[in-house]
C-alpha cells in the first residue's frame, strides 16, 4: 500500500465504491475494497483513517501469512504491487487459491515462474493480467494506431530513456533496493511498449550499468543501466532498440520523471517526451520539489472539474478500470454456461495477459543474468533467444561454455 497504491489503485477503490462499474454487457457491478495485505498494517491503518466513508470497510492482514489470511476473507481478485522481488510468491497463492490476478510490471523476473503463474491460471480458469499502464498513455496508443494502420512502415531502431530523482531510490524505494537495478523496475515498460507495438522475435540482448551512488561502487546495487534488444521480423530485417534508465537523477530535476522516445521507421520518424508534450510551472517557494515544473496530467492528476466536483484521474488509474471491466465481463456478461468462451477472448488480450508476457519476461531475466554477471567480474555478456543451446543462454567472453538460463523455447 505504497506510492502506486496512493497513485491508482486507490482512486480507483474509492471511485468504485461511490460509483460502481457499469456496462451495458454485465450491468451494474459493486468493487468493494474487502481485505489488503502488507508487511506491517501501518499504512493500511493510517489509510483507513484517512478515507473513512470514501472507502468500503476492509480487513487489514499483516505478517509473513497476511496473504494468506487475505484470501481466507474470500476475495473475488487481488492486486500485487509489492516490489518486482517479491511479485511471484504472492501471484502463485493468489492463482492457487482460484482468485483472479493482477499483478504490477513486471509481472515476475524469470520464465520458469511465468509458467508456472500462467499454468496456475489456467487450471483455476481465473485471468492472470499484469499493469502496463504505459500502453495506455494517448501517445503511445497513437503510436500504435499508426504502426498497426501501416501508415508507419517497418520499424528500423529505437531508443528510449527514462530518469528518476534520487528521492525515490534513497527515500520511497531505500527499504527493498539492495540488489535491485532501474532497469528491471521501468525498462520493462519500454520493452512491453516495443514487443507489443512492433511484433517480431526477441533474438538478443545486451546491458551495461552503473554502481556507486545508491549502494557500493562493487554491489549489486545499481544506479542505472542500459541495455539493447534486437529484434526480428517475418520480413527477415531487424531492428535494435535500446533503453537507457537511471534513478539518480537529482532531486531538483524539473520533472517528477525525464521520459523519451524516438523510433525511426523506413518512412518516418517518431519522438515523444515527456517535458516537451506537458505544460511547465512555477510557483515560488514550492517548484520544483514539493511540486515539479514539468507535470504528467495524462498519467495521474488531482482535478477540480468545470462542475464543481473533485477528482483523481489518468490512463495510470484507467489501467486499472480496465481489467476490472474485463474481470466483469468474463463473470456477469453472459450465462455461466459461456463463461469458457468469455474467458478465452479475454485471455486473448495480449497488452495485459501472462501468456502474452514471454518475451518481456526473456528480456527482463537476462538483463538480470547479464548485470549479475557484471557484478561477480564478468561483464560484457550478451543472452541470446532460442539459441542452439537453448531458450535463453548467457554467453560470457572469454567462456567456451554458454549459461543455459532456460532451456525450452521462449
Not at 512492433?198 to 546491458?207: D, E, H, P, Q, S
Request: glycine letters at 8%; proline letters at 5%.
Amino acid at each position: 500500500m505504497g506510492m502506486i497504491f496512493d497513485e491508482t489503485y486507490r482512486p480507483f477503490f474509492e471511485r468504485a465504491q461511490a460509483e460502481g462499474v457499469y456496462d451495458r454487457q454485465f450491468g451494474d457491478v459493486e468493487v468493494q475494497l474487502t481485505a489488503v495485505a502488507t508487511r506491517t498494517g501501518t499504512r493500511a491503518e493510517k489509510y483507513r483513517a484517512d478515507a473513512g466513508d470514501r472507502i468500503h470497510p476492509f480487513t487489514s492482514h499483516a505478517g509473513d501469512d497476511s496473504v494468506d489470511q487475505m484470501l481466507a476473507d474470500g476475495v473475488d481478485f487481488a492486486c500485487v504491487a509489492t516490489p518486482d522481488d517479491r511479485h511471484f510468491e504472492a501471484a502463485k497463492k493468489i492463482l492457487s487459491t482460484g482468485v483472479h490476478l493482477l499483478v504490477e510490471k513486471p509481472s515476475v523476473l524469470s520464465l520458469s515462474q511465468l509458467d508456472e503463474l500462467q499454468t496456475l491460471a489456467q487450471e483455476n480458469n481465473v485471468l492472470a493480467k499484469i499493469v502496463y499502464h504505459k500502453l495506455l498513455d494517448p501517445d503511445h496508443k497513437k503510436l500504435r494506431t499508426l504502426v498497426h494502420d501501416d501508415v508507419l512502415s517497418h520499424v528500423n531502431s529505437g531508443y528510449c530513456t527514462l530518469l528518476e530523482p534520487k528521492s525515490i531510490s534513497g527515500g520511497q524505494f531505500a527499504e527493498w533496493i539492495t540488489g535491485r537495478n532501474p532497469g528491471t523496475y521501468v525498462a520493462v515498460h519500454y520493452i512491453k511498449l516495443i514487443d507489443y507495438s512492433f511484433g517480431g522475435r526477441l533474438k538478443t540482448i545486451a546491458a551495461t550499468g552503473q554502481r556507486g551512488l545508491v549502494g557500493p561502487a562493487d554491489g549489486p546495487t545499481w544506479d542505472s543501466c542500459q541495455m539493447r534488444m534486437i529484434y526480428e521480423y517475418d520480413s527477415g530485417r531487424e531492428a535494435a532498440f535500446d533503453i537507457h534508465t537511471s534513478w539518480v537523477t537529482p532531486d531538483n530535476f524539473p520533472g517528477y520523471v525525464e521520459q523519451e522516445v524516438q523510433f525511426r521507421f523506413d518512412n518516418g520518424l517518431w519522438n515523444g517526451h515527456s517535458r516537451k508534450r506537458g505544460v511547465e510551472v512555477t510557483v515560488e517557494d514550492k517548484t520544483p520539489i514539493s511540486i515539479k515544473n514539468s507535470m504528467n496530467n495524462h498519467y495521474n492528476g488531482t482535478f477540480l472539474e468545470p462542475w464543481g466536483e473533485r477528482s483523481q484521474r489518468g490512463y495510470g488509474i484507467e489501467v486499472i478500470e480496465r481489467f476490472v471491466r474485463e474481470l466483469a465481463y468474463v463473470e456477469f456478461a453472459g450465462p455461466p454456461s459461456e463463461r469458457e468462451s468469455r474467458l478465452t477472448k479475454t485471455r486473448n488480450l495480449a497488452y495485459n495477459d501472462v501468456a502474452a508476457d514471454r518475451q518481456v519476461v526473456a528480456a527482463v531475466q537476462a538483463l538480470e543474468a547479464i548485470l549479475a554477471s557484471q557484478h561477480q567480474g564478468r561483464p560484457d555478456c550478451v543472452v541470446r533467444v532460442n539459441d542452439p543451446a537453448g531458450g535463453l543462454v548467457l554467453f560470457q567472453p572469454g567462456n567456451a561454455e554458454p549459461d543455459v538460463l532456460y532451456a525450452p523455447p521462449v
